[in-house]
């Protein structure tokens, strides 16, 4: 645990560094001209590099939840603890915490990463996801080609584990170590789908 403190990711610091990176992520959301607050932001990830660090950080988080899930997804496991009280963040109640174990990308910075939102459609890939997005955010649909120039990154993926019965096509959008994810179900409704 000691590891932990030190890198600044023991979960009661986490929980502290909360609100600097909600402040982050709205800022962001208003960028891309999205407005969620009627939105659910149904799980928050964090990042990290070392394998160990991501072993304590599981045992950790466990005094907060409940483990939904384990999956292998690109070849690491990803670990879904459901909190016993929702992390309450602006208007948002974040049910579930997202941490990957790491993989051959090392990542800048060490912590909270991104936020995913769900934005309900019957989207079974990206191109729907897309439509569905610009019908909900027109300010979005307006600015697609202007991102990058705004140093927003943009990648549509079609992430899945091996026993996913739901297609969960989604949107990332990063800028200055934060991301927003987009994505048409939940992450309990995917873990639900597996066990279908």
């Known amino acids: 645990m000691h ?116 934005i309900p459609s019957k989207a079974g890939d990206t191109d729907v996801l897309k439509v569905t997005l610009d019908q909900a955010f027109p300010e979005l649909a307006s600015q697609w080609d202007k991102l990058v120039d705004k140093g927003i990154k943009v990648k549509a993926s079609c992430p899945s584990g091996e026993k996913e019965r739901l297609s969960n096509p989604t949107y990332a959008f990063k800028q200055d170590g934060v991301c927003i994810k987009l994505h048409p179900h939940s992450l309990k409704a995917v873990i639900e789908s597996e066990a279908e």
Request: charged residues 20%.
């Open 3 to 118: 590891k932990l403190e030190q890198k600044g990711l023991l979960p009661e610091q986490m929980l502290a560094q909360l609100p600097a990176f909600m402040a982050k992520i709205e800022r962001l959301a208003e960028e891309l001209g999205l407005s969620l607050a009627s939105y659910q932001a149904d799980h928050i990830a964090l990042r990290v590099n070392d394998w160990d660090v991501a072993e304590q950080l599981h045992k950790a988080w466990l005094a907060y939840g409940k483990e939904w899930s384990t999956n292998e997804i690109n070849g690491r496991p990803i670990v879904v603890i459901g909190f016993n009280t929702p992390l309450s963040c602006g208007p948002w109640q974040i049910e579930a915490l997202e941490l990957p174990y790491p993989g051959e990308k090392a990542y800048p910075q060490e912590g909270w990463e991104h936020i995913e939102f769900v």
